[in-house]
């Protein structure tokens, strides 16, 4: 072969990053490595030891209930949610990377939406699934007609407690 008709050598072309994949990339790292997560058990078990007996143990009227299951699974849920967040955001300043984070090129917001988030994600499933647990327990014992429309506000409500509980807990995690 010559080199006139030699074949050309082509260069990888770099692969487009796009922002939405690179997002759900972090976000998946985030929830992985989120410390929510080793705190389900807790909040689990607080909630079976102060909400669902007492819900459980009250008249099939779903008014009560719904209020009971509302200011219960909050109570549960707000300390280790707040632990949680408060752990993830001092995540930096325990592995001495402070000072390597806070030059990136990314606002000081978007590089802690992440873990935020994450540790949101986390305790939704948590309260969805105590609350699913809840209704399967009043609707195995107690249904009738109006059961599942009864208490929806309160159930809504409820869940969404768990995304500003954790902004503050981050943030004072940040401060140290």
Sequence with gaps: MTVTNAPAV???????RHPALVTARL????LRHNAMLWMLPVVFALFWLTTYRKTMAMPPLWNMRAVSLQSGAILDFITPVVGAAAWMGSRDARRHTSELIAITARPR?????PTWAATTCWALVGYLACLAVQLAGSGQ??????????????????????PPAGAPGQGQGRQQ
Excluded: K, T
């Excluded at 082509?10 to 487009?16: G, I, M």
């Excluded at 107690?142 to 768990?162: I, K, L, M």
């Design 10 to 16: 082509s260069r990888p072309r770099p692969v487009p």
């Design 141 to 162: 014992r107690h249904g009738g007609p109006g059961c599942r429309q009864a208490g929806r506000g309160d159930r809504r409500r409820g869940g969404a407690q768990a």
């Design 27 to 30: 976000l998946r790292m985030e």
């Design 109 to 113: 917001w978007a590089r802690l939406l």
